[in-house]
């Protein structure tokens, strides 16, 4: 029974009912997807289940309120879609955006039952977004937040007074966008900068958000926002009618959005949630779902993906093309700004950060390679990027362009090439507008390539650009890379090797290989002399050496350092070829080139150049050695007559002596002071386990100092520990005195934390890791308690590299040498260190997990006697046994060995 203002008790719908709704909409949907519907369609489709549904809760909810309030609430009120589901775009599982909007005069009725439907709607299955305002403050906030402003874009009435919903949208043209387009578009690309930046979205990434990332759907939505503020509509055929876009154009858009929308629905569908990131396992699933075939050097999912950037590209021009278009300034600032500007070269001028074609000489520069050249060379010496309509003329004016590098503009682009500071800006420009690829034909094969493997983040031209801007950042770096790097007397044979160091990838052979050859035909185009194209050649072939020996073989070995110190030749390659490593690391993706990284290169360099500057290898160790000793000596039992201090002096002489010299070399003193007070107070049967974290690496250390009498088959014991407390083990240090004493260090990444590692977790793993290595536990044990590695199945591999084990005795003379290439998972390590223990082999030394192209684990071992394996069927034994068990590993997981 109903009062005059009051609710009537009426049940609203069953929550079952209205979610069987919910679920036959999306099932209708995916129906439709299934039958191979196109993106719109879909979407469509989705849109209309859910906005029926709502219909039908609004009606509901209006129904439990007596006839007076009813009638209150239709007049003065809507409910209006906003965002996606305004758009009429909505993914499957996609949240629901709404404004509830109401006149002063009904807010008490209204805001009863919009509490009401929100409840309602959240009971149906709907995730909202919603909001519940008058029109005087919606249209207040969206002059000032971008975010509410374009939400309101694409409003749409779906329930209340259409009366009251247009006259809304009329105020909310008139006050919000009309008279304020150009003001609209600097704050909505703004916003939509802030999102990418704020999300790590900034470049083509090679697992993209759908929604965020550069070339998705909210650059369409961008450019949609920006139409509506400029011309009142949003719809890109509208645009193209109104002139505001042409026929490809439009069609690039409509095309663009009708993709992403199949396949944003694909994720959704698949995942049974809301899924906007295009994962690994997700590209590797819709490429063989879609029946893609591999050509030469190309898989299915590297085809499919590529296919995918591409049209993110395309659709990216069209948006920038429609940006720079509406961005040009009104004539007063065009004529103001040009009172600042001074005239550069004589063709240009140059001020308020650009540079610009003097309109006398506009058509010249656009129609000639070399003026462009000029142009670019002018604004990356003086640090201005030319201005935006120019270089869109420019592209528009490329495919008239010659092919042919004339002497003067092979000579300007290599004067480019020796700029720093604007660099990247410059070739990044060049880049998206076709030019670069008129001066580097490779750079054509490189356009929007995958590389599908662990380690890169983004495609091959965008890692290639950013490797470059990286190199450029080395020059305000205090420390030795930047050092370096300001050294480097010929910077534009760097950069240019920096350019080519990957446009190899994408074919049957090894792309440092095709990278040589790829080398050697742009030095014979760019007219470089021998000597500058010997060293570009050099530096793209073996642009991979120092970082495969730093992170993968034995930094103290002679043999190999003396070897590669004759490859490199000179001091001047070396610095460039340390910069290259840097910058190619760096330019992999955020967080890539850690600090340890950074330690092993730099110590290689280091080694490197004592040898390139004429010091004799084995001389430099032995000096180095006793220097080390002797401030450890000192450092430890200051001089003086105390007999207390001679026998200290007398002790640490002893374990100096038992120490390997690989440890003495690579530990810093103060480092080995502390483990020798530790090796003096440790017990027989005793271990020592030290904890640190690293905030610059965000690594967790732990240091181990055990005693001979349970140092047997230490290395896998840990390793099995820290793994079945989910730690990524990075790297490890093995050491080992001649009396047996154990000085490992392992360094891992606790997945279990973001950020710091709190004290009181790594003193529990500490505590485990001695009770294991003291008997008190079994590793094993721990495994079958780790819910991680219940039984399930390993999951399937990235790369499709081959699994392989490379035995080998050439490169090293301290031990035999054991590469393992793997796909990498949780346990791999506990199964190769287990089977190495099991096969009777000592690790003296370990490079794990390097993540290069490949994960790599790298083991220096021995035999029982401290000798290196030399008997070839003993060698075979070895490479066949660690086979069997990481195939194993990889069909079964763990559970195999335990």
Known sequence: MSTATGTVSAPPPPNAENRARLAEARARAQRLFEGGATGVQIAYAVSEGVEALLGSLYAAALARFSPADQALIAEHSAMIAVGGTGRGDLAPYSDVDLLFLYDAGAERAFRDFAGQLVRDCWDAGFKLGHSIRNPAETISLAKGDPQVATALVEARLLAGSRIRFDRFQRDVYRKVFRGRARTCLEAFVESRDKERNQTGASGYELEPDLKKSLGGLRDLHLLRWVGYAFYGTADFESLRLKGALTRDEALTLINAHDFLLRLRADLHFHAGKSQDVLTRDEQLRIAEQRGIEPTPGM????????????????????????????????????????????????????????????????????????????????????????????????????????????????????????????????????????????????????????QFNQYHHYTVDEHTLRTIEECERFDHDPGPIGQAYRQVRNKRILHLALLLHDLGKGFEEDHSEVGRVLAQQMAERLRLPDRDAETLVFLVHQHLKLATIALRRD????????????????????????????????????????????????????????????????????????????????????????????????????????????????????????????????????????????????????????????????????????????????????????????????????????????????????????????????????????????????????????????????????????????????????????????????????????????????????????????????????????????????????????
């Open 299 to 450: 898989r299915p999912v590297e085809r499919f993906m590529r296919e995918y950037f591409r049209q993110g590209t395309a659709m990216l021009q069209v948006v920038r093309r429609f940006l720079v278009t509406h961005s040009r300034l009104p004539i007063i600032r065009r004529m103001k700004r040009s009172l600042i500007m001074h005239r550069v070269n004589g063709m240009f001028r140059a001020g308020d950060g650009h540079i610009e074609a003097l309109p006398r000489y506009r058509a010249q520069v656009c129609s000639r390679l070399e003026s462009i050249l000029k142009l670019y060379c002018s604004g990356a010496m003086y640090g201005y990027v030319p201005e935006p309509s120019l270089v869109e003329q420019i592209r528009q004016n490329v495919p008239n362009l010659s092919h042919q590098l004339s002497d003067e503009s092979a000579s300007l682009f290599l004067r480019l090439m020796g700029c720093t500071g604007r660099l990247g800006a410059a070739l990044r420009s060049l880049y998206e507008c076709g030019v670069l690829e008129l001066i580097v034909p490779s750079m054509v094969h490189a356009r929007c390539l995958l």
């Open 555 to 898: 930094l103290d070995d002679q043999k190999m350092l003396v070897a590669l110190s004759q490859e490199i030749g000179s001091p001047e390659t070396l610095r460039m070829l340390y910069v290259l490593t840097a910058a190619d690391i760096s330019g992999v993706g955020p967080g890539t080139f850690t600090g340890w990284k950074a330690e092993l290169l730099t110590a290689l360099y280091d080694r490197l150049m004592h040898i390139l500057s004429g010091q004799r290898p084995a001389q430099q160790a032995t000096d180095r050695l006793q220097r080390i000793s002797d401030q450890v000596r000192y450092e430890f039992a200051p001089l003086g007559d105390d007999p207390d201090s001679a026998s200290q002096r007398e002790w640490v002489r002893e374990q100096l002596g038992a120490l390997p010299p690989h440890y003495v070399l690579a530990v810093p003193p103060d480092r080995i002071l502390d483990d020798l007070r530790a090796i003096r107070k440790l017990a027989p049967g005793d271990v020592h386990v030290e904890p640190s974290y690293d905030r610059e690496t965000e690594c967790v250390e732990y240091r181990i100092i055990a005693d001979s009498a349970v140092s047997d088959g230490c290395f896998y014991k840990i390793a099995g520990t820290l793994t079945a407390k989910r730690m990524e083990i990075i790297a490890a240090q093995i050491s080992t005195t001649t009396a047996g004493t154990v000085l490992d260090t392992f360094r891992v990444v606790d997945r279990d934390f973001q950020g710091e590692v709190p004290q009181d977790r790594m003193d529990e793993v500490a505590a485990l890791i001695r009770s294991v290595l003291t008997g008190r536990t079994d590793p094993e044990t721990l495994f079958q308690k780790s819910r991680r590695y219940g039984g399930s199945r390993p999951p399937a591999p990235i790369s499709d590299l081959p699994m392989k084990v490379v035995v080998g005795n050439d490169a090293s003379d301290r031990g035999t040498i054991i590469d393992v290439f793997a796909h990498d998972r949780t346990g791999l390590l506990y199964t190769i260190t287990r089977g190495l223990y099991d096969l009777g082999l000592s690790i003296s030394l370990a490079k794990i997990s390097t993540h290069f192209d490949q994960v790599v684990d790298v083991f220096y071992v021995t035999d029982a006697n401290g000798a290196r394996v030399t008997d070839e069927v003993r060698l075979s034994q070895v490479r066949e046994e660690l086979t069997h068990r990481i195939a194993a590993f990889e069909t079964h997981g763990w559970q195999r060995f335990v």
